[in-house]
């Protein structure tokens, strides 16, 4: 196996994979915040309507496009991945106590 290979496989590749998935995955919602708030300008709708043209008609939106679903499929898989190899220690598998109101926290 490569050396590629071997560190996507890692535990730490992975969560590179999921940490640049997830700034992926802002930076899509930023510039999506940022095309939205062209509503709030006083133009009568000019600049939010170019801006949907431009989503509408540019084909590189739409390679963008699925490539976000592809990455929030792969964060979700790598966050499912992570969360199932976790391995507790013996000594904080306890059952949880819990308080008369059930709320798990208890006055000292």
């Known amino acids: 196996m490569s050396w590629a290979g071997k560190f ?3 535990s730490i590749g992975q969560k590179i994979i999921m940490s640049l998935s997830g700034l992926f995955l802002i930076i899509f919602l930023l510039i999506h915040l940022i095309g ?3 509503l709030l300008k006083s133009d009568g709708g000019i600049a939010f309507n170019s801006y ?3 989503m509408t ?3 590189l939106i739409k ?4 490539t976000l679903y592809i990455t929030i499929l792969i964060h979700a898989i790598q966050g499912t991945k992570l969360f199932s190899a976790i391995e507790v220690p013996k000594e ?3 059952p949880l106590l819990l308080t008369q109101d059930n ?3 208890q006055d000292t």
């Open 8 to 10: 996507i496989g890692s």
């Open 36 to 38: 939205n708030l062209q």
């Open 52 to 54: 949907g043209y431009f």
């Open 57 to 59: 008609h540019n084909p």
């Open 63 to 66: 390679i963008v496009s699925y």
């Open 92 to 94: 904080l598998d306890m």
């Open 103 to 105: 709320t798990g926290l």
